[in-house]
């Protein structure tokens, strides 16, 4: 891979684009080599993903717009549809993916961030639809899921008016989880950047999450995406059907048994691979 690099330590991977020279922009190769390594994870063996960007100023600063710029309605609509199904890919990816966002998260950067189960960012990170700027439209689902996460008020006034946002306002409206700040001591001097707090504390939670049963989690991230395409009473069935299917689960029968024991002393053991 010339732009991706991929990295496991134990049940955590991070997928980094690292196309740093143009901010990590996404052209077709960035795609092509992003939909290779999601086809590559061992699920038997990774339960969380951490998506991120290379270097300091940017998560992915959008598509490219230098390849963008001679495209005709056609291959505008390919490309599209070439972002669409890597970011449906990565949205539907049957384990957690969390984005961790530093710098620049415009257009296909707030997009590909938006295709991620969590968004954390450092203090430094900026949002944005600004595609009308351009004269085109959000093209990789940025304005289907801004609406769904954000709602369709204040995602109609992003990409409306191509504002870009600071961290403490993607707080605010919700687009992000948490913020993190650089880490200075008693005179002022940064001891760890935003990132390198931001990717510890990515790392810290990917970490949370594979420690709980991998076949629970699974469920979960599949109940509640296919839930919000549904009506109530539908997707209540979805969460049933899932529910059901843990208890054909060693895990399962583990988890419990551990949480009736009244041996308060006893180690539990981790939960086994899906």
């Known amino acids: 891979m010339e732009f991706i690099q991929y990295e496991q330590k134990g049940a955590v991977a991070t997928i980094t684009i690292a196309r740093e020279k143009a901010l990590n922009a996404l052209n077709s190769q960035v795609l092509d080599e992003l939909d290779a390594t999601l086809d590559q994870v061992d699920l038997g063996e990774v339960r969380c993903l951490i998506l991120t960007g290379a270097g300091e100023k940017s998560f992915v600063a959008g598509a490219d717009i230098g390849e963008m710029s001679t495209l005709t309605k056609e291959q505008g609509e390919a490309f599209g549809k070439k972002g669409n199904d890597v970011f449906r890919k990565l949205e539907t990816f049957p384990i957690p993916v969390i984005a961790a966002v530093n710098g620049f998260a415009l257009g296909g950067g707030c997009e590909i961030a938006m295709s991620c189960d969590i968004r954390l960012c450092s203090e430094t990170a900026v949002f944005g639809q600004p595609e009308v700027g351009l004269g085109i439209t959000p093209g990789f689902g940025g304005t289907q899921r801004l609406a769904r996460i954000v709602g369709v008020g204040m995602a109609k006034q992003m990409i409306y008016s191509a504002r870009n946002i600071k961290a403490p306002e993607a707080y605010r ?102």
């Not at 687009?175 to 200075?184: F, G, S």
């Not at 629970?216 to 997707?235: E, F, P, Q, T, Y």
């Not at 843990?246 to 024991?261: H, K, P």
């Open 173 to 274: 409206i919700g687009l992000v989880n948490e913020v993190y700040a650089a880490e200075t001591d008693a005179e002022g001097n940064v001891v760890k950047s935003a990132k390198e707090v931001l990717m510890a504390a990515a790392e810290k939670l990917a970490s949370t999450i594979a420690k709980n049963a991998p076949i629970a989690v699974r469920n979960c991230k599949k109940a509640i995406n296919d839930g919000l395409d549904a009506s109530m009473d539908d997707a209540i069935v979805i969460e049933e059907k899932l529910f059901g299917d843990c208890f054909e689960t060693e895990d399962q029968r583990y988890g419990m048994e551990f949480f009736l024991d009244k041996n308060k002393e006893k180690v539990k053991a981790p939960f086994k691979n899906a």
